[in-house]
């Protein structure tokens, strides 16, 4: 079974802080990929990043950048300099046995962030 | 590249009609989702198509939910007769194992009300 945990209901903080999203994942699976999704107040679902298990360099681009550590299964998203435009629901997502039954996505419940002016 | 493309993106119906979603996926994609978002379940996958064929359809939640895919471009997700707990946000969404690439993109979103 693969289980997402986002412990983070709601983050709210002011315009230009840092700010950290947390995701830890369970599977039994060796390889499996982890995603970071955003969706903004329009409701689309947008792709941020993907990684796979066997990558676990730290990822930038531009303002937000990606924590992968297996040894504690976790893969956290931080928003550097954080601007309203940022504000939304950010979804971590664990993909495994992707050979074997294709994707079968399981997402977190999602943290609510709003970035105050 | 167009992306993932979904109709209607807004849809108000009665309690008893039938609903129909419809679904381009990504030209070249040869996976299709069908996800449902709630505000009690998140979201939630409800059936995934590989080739044009249906998977694993073990998250329709019961036989009123009926899916389709007759060709690579173009699926649907029916409703019938639809109910107001069937209210949510309907998301498609393609994908395509080529070199590894195998990120999901969805679609903007069929909201659905049923009153």
């Known amino acids: 079974a693969q289980k997402v945990t986002q412990a983070q209901t709601e983050i709210s903080v002011v315009e230009k802080e840092d700010v950290t999203l947390d995701c830890v994942y369970e599977t039994r699976d060796t390889t499996y990929y982890l995603f970071w999704y955003k969706q903004p107040p329009s409701g689309e679902l947008v792709f941020l990043i993907r990684r796979n298990s066997f990558d676990e360099q730290n990822e930038i681009s531009g303002r937000y950048s990606w924590n992968f550590q297996k040894s504690t299964s976790s893969f956290n998203f931080t928003i550097t300099a954080s601007q309203v435009v940022d504000s939304a629901v950010y979804f971590c997502?664990?993909?495994?046995?992707?050979?074997?039954?294709?994707?079968?996505?399981?997402f977190g419940e999602g943290t609510q962030l709003t970035v105050n002016p | 590249d167009a992306g993932v493309i979904q109709s209607p993106r807004h849809e108000v119906t009665e309690m008893g009609q039938e609903v129909t979603l419809r679904c381009k996926p990504i030209s070249g994609h040869d996976y299709l989702f069908w996800y449902r978002q709630t505000m009690m379940r998140g979201l939630e996958l409800l059936i995934y198509f590989n080739n044009n064929v249906p998977i694993d359809d073990s998250g329709m939640p019961e036989d009123r939910f009926s899916a389709k895919m007759p060709n690579a471009s173009f699926s649907t997700l029916k409703i019938q007769p639809s109910e107001p707990r069937d209210s949510a946000v309907y998301f498609c969404?393609?994908?395509?194992?080529?070199?590894?690439?195998?990120?999901?993109?969805f679609g903007e979103g069929s909201w659905l009300t049923v009153v």
């Open positions: 969404a393609s994908s395509s194992i080529d070199g590894g690439r195998n990120t999901i993109y």
């Open positions: 997502a664990l993909n495994a046995e992707w050979e074997t039954s294709g994707s079968r996505l399981t």
